[in-house]
């Protein structure tokens, strides 16, 4: 079965100290990963891609095939970080269909 | 440009009555998507279309259809609304090719009494 888990619905930390948001998924194929993200009144947008193997606003994520897994990070959070993310798996061939997971709220507090 | 633009923002259905949502994006993609977002249960594909005339089935598509008439728009429509079919509503576009990222749509959130 093909699934994204996100297994907290609400991560509440201090300005400054490390993240890590969650991500687990089940799929049969070679997985492609993405992280979406939800700031207050904006609209969705994409934070990163496992491919890319990029950092964007101090943010990483590495994905795992062994534990199937594809962890969000950063080191020192911001209150700017504050926001709803969501982790996606591409699925359907060409269509790039994503399956999402249920997201988590990061809430930073100062 | 304006990206994904979704029309209405917010509406107020009475069960049984029709609506069809709008959405509009002038980045010349071939996919579109239609999605709902319900608390805790994240965002769920509804209909998708790969190109002009061309639409699909996603995960949750009972009680929706859809039309790809004009590649820049596709059409999602309630024929016959139910309270179970409250929620926001967001659409997205993405250019052909494996792996292309997904641009959304604000959301249009919808009430249904």
């Known amino acids: 079965a093909q699934r994204v888990t996100q297994p907290e619905k609400l991560l509440s930390v201090f300005k400054g100290a490390p993240v890590e948001l969650k991500c687990n998924y089940s799929?049969?194929?070679?997985?492609?990963l993405f992280w979406y993200v939800q700031y207050s009144r904006q609209r969705l947008q994409l934070l990163l891609r496992?491919?890319s193997r990029e950092s964007i606003k101090g943010f990483t994520a590495d994905l795992n095939k062994g534990e199937t897994s594809f962890h969000l990070k950063k080191p020192f959070a911001q209150e700017e970080d504050s926001a709803m993310y969501y982790c996606?798996?591409?699925?359907?061939?060409?269509?790039?269909?994503?399956?999402f997971g249920t997201g988590t709220l990061l809430a930073v507090q100062p | 440009n304006a990206g994904v633009t979704q029309t209405p923002k917010f509406r107020v259905l009475k069960t049984g009555q029709s609506m069809t949502l709008l959405c509009a994006q002038d980045?010349?993609?071939?996919?579109m998507y239609w999605y709902r977002q319900d608390p805790g249960m994240g965002l769920r594909l509804i209909h998708y279309?790969?190109?002009?005339?061309?639409?699909a089935k996603g995960e949750v598509p009972d009680g929706y259809n859809v039309s790809r008439l004009k590649k820049q728009n596709f059409l999602l429509g309630l024929e016959s609304a139910a309270p179970s079919q409250t929620s926001v509503y967001f659409c997205?576009?993405?250019?052909?090719?494996?792996?292309?990222?997904?641009?959304f749509g604000p959301g249009t959130r919808l009430t249904v009494l």
């Open positions: 997205a576009s993405s250019p052909s090719g494996r792996g292309n990222e997904q641009f």
């Open positions: 799929y049969s194929g070679s997985p492609e």
């Open positions: 496992h491919i």
């Open positions: 996606a798996l591409r699925v359907g061939g060409a269509t790039n269909k994503l399956i």
């Open positions: 980045m010349n993609h071939e996919y």
């Open positions: 279309s790969v190109g002009e005339g061309t639409t």
